[in-house]
C-alpha cells in the first residue's frame, strides 16, 4: 500500500501534464504581441468574436497543425468579396473540431487546401516595417470555432496562458430605477428606496504593464445581495440563438449583459428595508480578481 | 494557256459532264442533308475611352457605377463613361445605388443617383445584391438587411463567419464557415436551412439563388469539395443535383445561374462549368486563368467572358455547347462586362470599350 502512493502520484502528475500539453497544444500566431481587447468585449456596437492583438511581427504562423480549408484575400474582382474589418484571413481546421482564423494578413498563395505543421507561415503581413528600428504595430484578429458545438470559444481557453501582473479595476457600480433619470452611482450614493432597480457594473482589465494603456474586457463577473447570488457569468463562449449571440451557461444574449463599452447589465435586484450588503467580484482570465462591497440602506421614502 | 483552249471538242464535252457531274452530286448531298449556312458572332468596337481624363463627379446623369479594381466609373446608359475616381472607403455599389464609409462624420452613407438615401452611425461594412442593401458586423459574423429608407429589416449573429451572400428578389441566403446555409426572408425569417455535409470538412464556398428563388446553388465542403443544386420543396430546400469536384481551391469560386434558371455555371480546377439544370447535361470549357466577369446573351445563346491571371487578361465569346467563337488577348487586371441591348460593355482598369454584337 505504501509503494502504491508514489506510484498513483507518479501517474497523475503524468496524466495532468499529458492534459496540459493537450490542452495548449495551441501556440500564439506569433511570440511577440500585445493583447489588444479581450474576447466578447464589446466596442460602439460590436463585439470582439476573438482576440485582438497588435504584432511587430512580419508573418503570423499556423497556431496547430491542421487543414488550410479558407484563405481569403479582399479584391474587387473576387467571388464572394464580403467585406469586413479583417482584411485577409486564413481558417485553419484541426483535428479537435476546432477551427482558428488568423486575420489581418495577406494569405499564402495557396491554389489547393494544404495540410499545415504548427508553426508553418500562413501568411505575411502587410504593410509590416522591415525596418527594425521603430517598427509600427498592425493589429490582428485571432477567433476560434467549435465545429461539434456550433460556438465560438474565447481563444484564452485554448491559447497558452499570458503574464498578468494587474487585476481588474472596477469603474462605476450604478443601480437604475425604473425611470432613467432615477440613476445613482453606488461610489457616490448609499441610500435607495425599497424595490427593484437594475445593476450595472462598468469595470476594465488593464493586463500586464506591456498592454499600453489598453483597457481590455472582464472574463467573468459575479454579484451577491445579502449573500444570495444574485449574478455569475464567465465568458467561456458565445453560441447563436435565434441569430443572437448569447453566452454559454447562461442563455442570456450577449448584447442583454455587456450593453456598453465595459459596462454589464447584471439584472434586477430587490433592495429591502434597511441594510443590504452587495458585493461584486469581477475577474480577468488569469484569475485575478477585484471585489467592492456596498452597504445600501433601502428606505420606504 | 486556259485548260480548255488546247483540247478537243470530245474532251470538253467530257470535262463537262464531269463538271456537270460533280454539280449535280453536291446538289443531292445538299437536298439529304440540308444545312443552315453557320453565322459568325463578331463584336465590333463601336468606342474606346480613356478614363484618366474624364472628372471626378458626375457633371451628367449617370445610369451605372461600377467598381473596377480600387476606382469607380460612372456609365451612361450606352456604357458611356461620365466620371472616374478613386474608391471612396468600403465603397460598395450597385446599378446607380452608392455606399461607402465617410470617415469625417463617422457615417456610412448611402445614396442613390438622385441623391442621399440615408446614413448610419458609425462604421459600417456596405454590401449590395441588386437592389437589396446589407451591412457586415462583428468581423463578418453578423449581417443586417436595411430598405433604400434605412430602415433595418432584420439582423442575424452567426457563430461562424459568413462566407456566402446571395439575394433573390425576397429571399436572402447565407453560408458560412460551419457549412451551413440559412435562407431568410424580408423580415428575416427562417424560409430554409440546409447543410450539404460528405465533406471532410464542411465550409459553404459560394452560393447563388435563382431569380425566380427555387433553386440555390452552392460550393461547398472540402476533401472532397462539392457542387450541389437545392429547389424549393413545400418546406425546406432539397438537394436535387450534386458533384463531387477535384477542386481543392481554399476560397470563393465564381458560381452563378444563366438566362434565368436554366443553365448553371461554376469554375472547377481550369475548367469552366455549365449546366443544363432541365436536362443536366453539362458542357466543360477550359479556362485560361481565372473568371473575371461572365454575360449570357439570351436571344442568341452566347456567353462572353474574361478571364485571365494578373494584367493578362482573354475576351472569350463561347456558345452554351462550348464551342469557342472568339479569343481576344488585352492587357487589364480588372474587368468587367455588361450588356446593354445589344451592346457589349467592357470596363478594364482605366478604359472602356463599347462593343456592338453582330451576325453574319
Redesign the interface.
Known sequence: MKKALPYSLFFSFFFVGLCLSQAFAYDWPTPDFKIRKNFAQRTGNSYEPGLEFETTASNLNAPEKGQVIFSFTPDTGSAQNLPSSLGGFVVVAHSDQLRTLVSGLQPQPWLTSVSVASGDPLGTIPNAQTVTTSPTPTRHQLMVFDQQLGEIVNPLLVFPPRADERSPIILDVKLVGDSPESSASLFAHSHFSVGYWTLYVDAVDPGSSDSGNSQKGLYSVSAYLNGNEVFRTALTSLQDKNGQFTIKGTGKPLSDVIVGDHEWRLGKIFLNQGTNILELVVKDFQGKESGKTFHILGSSS | MSYFGYSSSREKNKNALWLILILLCILIYLLVFPRALGKDSFLVPLKAVSMTSLPPDSQTSYERLI????NVVGLTKEGEPVFFRPART?E?VSGVNDAWYDETSDQTMVTSASGPLFHLS?KQ???WLGQRFYT??????GVTEYDLKGNKL????????????AAGPTLTVVGS??GRISVYDKT?TTRGSFNPGGS????I??TAISSDEKHILLLSG??PKRFLVLERGSNEFHPIFHQELSD????????GFLGGDRWAYFVSQQDFHLLNLKSDHEAVMPLQGQL?SLIYDNSMGLMTSVTGGGTASILHVWSTSGRALLFSPFQA???LLFQEGNRIILVADQFVLIMKRELQ
Open positions: 467598381l473596377v479594381g480600387q468600403l460598395a458609425g461594412y456596405p454590401y457586415f458586423n462583428n468581423d463578418r459574423l432584420w439582423s442575424k449573429d452567426r457563430t461562424s463567419i459568413i462566407t456566402a451572400l464557415l460551419d428575416g471532410q470538412y464542411p465550409v464556398y459560394n472540402m476533401l481543392q481551391k481554399p476560397y470563393p469560386t465564381p458560381l473575371k487586371q480588372h474587368a
